[in-house]
């Protein structure tokens, strides 16, 4: 890493076509919200949904952006207001595709190990599992949260500095087509699919259709590069057949099947970490993951997979896996204080579909809940389900009986299906919304119990997650402490 700026102005003029009114300032990174921008930002001002991006241009150059992205037919409203960096374009909108050819000059110039992930779940936690063992090993770039789409995608390549040894971006859709343009941006070395399932399923006909959305990943692949693979999904074959008609060289697979390349002979999940013996390309491995949960374990495999491929250090990889954190609202995990005794809380807010739900089930179904504690289950509707949304909320009761789960706790009128089809010794309580909800599950936890929150990000589940951890949470020594006096 060096303290050189992240782009010049005649780097950014080169790239964009655009013109430079203002005297330039360091560029140190890029924006598109004001809100976390930071000093020395490239502040786009592309248009959102709801708002245009030009209606806060003064106030990004107030908070030291390095310069504003503006359209050029805009420029003369910031006048004197600081540097700003005019583009053309009589596209929808001009300072997108001028972010666009930013990311596209910033993946040009880029010697990194390139590496592209999507799914229909895991395709975060997946990439920051890459990103974790990939840092210990060399200067690393990633997506940040979930930043996988039409803007995300192209501000993270902006963002990638020239010194960077690798390169981990996370690439989403909700529609057919979407992929194309973003893997042609982000021309991987190496593209994963981590799996399909029956997420945004309304807007497709079927699971083959899906399948084939996420097959896409493989259309901007760079000449020679390696398509990795979940053998164990119905859908192989039909992603083998995508990533052999791409540029990929070679195919690699992951998972217990026994043709897998990245082979898992054994999964051991405890409350806390998982432990996975398996085989990289016929080498023995065995290694630790410091993330309980028999999915993230099968995702493990895909990452190393991935490294593999990279040419990176399989054993230094697989050592850091023991020190990998879930993502927030992605399985962190939290001791509560309850009186004098101890429960978990499992905060899997951000996100839900119905093999995410599963998932999340099986590892509440391995914490142990001493003495009389409770295996408890809070959980929101899961959206973009089309017409079988119903019967996928229904069906999630099968889950809560496998699994152990004690109590159930729903918000939205999808979950009412599954709250309904559970037995009433299973039933906590039923609510329309998260917010209505709260105060029954805060009251509900004793001593002992185990409860996991989940649902779609917009049903705001992290609302219960916070009001439990407002109440329960504790300072470490303080629970310490308290333990010690407990009989």
């Given at each position: 890493m060096t303290d050189a700026p992240l782009w010049t102005p005649a780097a950014l003029a080169a790239a964009t076509g655009g013109r430079l009114l203002g005297e330039a300032r360091p560029v140190t990174g890029a924006s598109i919200d004001t809100r976390s921008l930071q000093p020395g930002d490239l502040f786009f001002a592309i248009r959102g949904e709801?708002?245009?991006g030009h209606d806060f241009v003064r106030d990004a150059l107030a908070k030291g952006a390095g310069a504003a992205v503006v359209a050029e037919t805009r420029a003369e409203e910031f006048a004197g207001a600081g540097p700003v960096l005019a583009v053309p374009g009589q596209g929808e909108d001009p300072v997108l595709d001028a972010m666009r050819a930013l990311g596209r000059a910033a993946r040009a110039r880029s010697r990194a190990g390139i590496v592209a992930v999507t799914g229909s779940v895991g395709k975060t936690?997946?990439?920051?599992?890459?990103?974790?063992?990939?840092?210990?090993?060399?200067?690393?770039?990633?997506?940040?949260?979930?930043?996988?789409?039409?803007?995300?995608?192209?501000?993270?390549?902006?963002?990638?500095?020239?010194?960077?040894?690798?390169?981990?971006?996370?690439?989403?859709?909700?529609?057919?087509?979407?992929?194309?343009?973003?893997?042609?941006?982000?021309?991987?070395?190496?593209?994963l699919i981590t799996t399909v399932e029956p997420v945004h399923i309304e807007h497709f006909p079927s699971l083959s259709a899906i399948?084939?959305?996420?097959?896409?990943?493989?259309?901007g692949i760079e000449p020679g590069g390696v398509a990795v693979i979940n053998r164990d999904n119905p859908n192989y074959e039909r992603l083998l057949a995508h990533a052999r008609a791409s540029r990929a060289g070679r195919v690699v697979s992951f998972g217990e099947h026994a043709e897998a390349d990245v082979r898992a002979y054994r999964i051991l999940t405890r409350p806390d970490v998982s432990v996975v013996d398996a085989t990289v390309m016929g080498v023995p491995l065995a290694y630790q993951l410091g993330t309980p949960g028999r999915h993230v374990a099968m995702n493990s495999l895909g990452v190393l997979a991935v490294v593999h491929?990279?040419?990176a250090d399989l054993a230094r990889a697989a050592l850091s896996l023991a020190g990998l954190k879930p993502p927030v609202g992605r399985g962190e995990r939290t001791a509560l204080l309850i009186g004098e005794g101890e429960a978990y809380l499992v905060d899997e807010s951000y996100n839900a579909n119905p093999a995410s739900m599963r998932a999340a089930m099986a590892t509440l179904a391995g914490i142990d809940t001493p003495g009389k504690g409770r295996?408890?289950?809070?959980?929101?509707?899961?959206?973009?389900?089309?017409?079988?949304?119903?019967a996928h909320h229904r069906e999630l009761a099968e889950a809560v009986k496998a699994n152990g789960i004690d109590l159930v706790f729903t918000a939205g009128g999808m979950m009412r299906h599954l709250f309904e089809a559970l037995p009433v010794a299973r039933r906590g309580l039923h609510a329309p919304t998260s917010a209505e909800l709260t105060d029954a599950v805060v009251?509900?936890?004793r001593p002992g119990d185990a409860v996991m929150v989940k649902g779609s990000n917009s049903i705001r589940m992290g609302r219960i997650v916070e009001a439990v951890k407002a109440r329960y949470a504790v300072d470490p020594t303080l629970r310490a402490a308290a333990m010690q006096r407990a009989p």
């Open positions: 709801a708002r245009d936690g997946t990439k920051e599992a890459l990103r974790h063992v990939l840092s210990a090993q060399g200067e690393t770039h990633a997506s940040i949260a979930s930043y996988n789409n039409h803007w995300g995608v192209p501000l993270t390549l902006a963002r990638m500095p020239e010194s960077a040894r690798y390169g981990v971006f996370e690439i989403g859709m909700n529609h057919a087509a979407e992929i194309v343009p973003l893997s042609a941006q982000v021309r991987p070395q190496v593209a399948a084939d959305a996420k097959g896409e990943i493989f259309s491929a990279l040419g295996r408890i289950a809070v959980l929101g509707d899961m959206l973009e389900l089309g017409a079988a949304a119903e009251a509900a936890l």
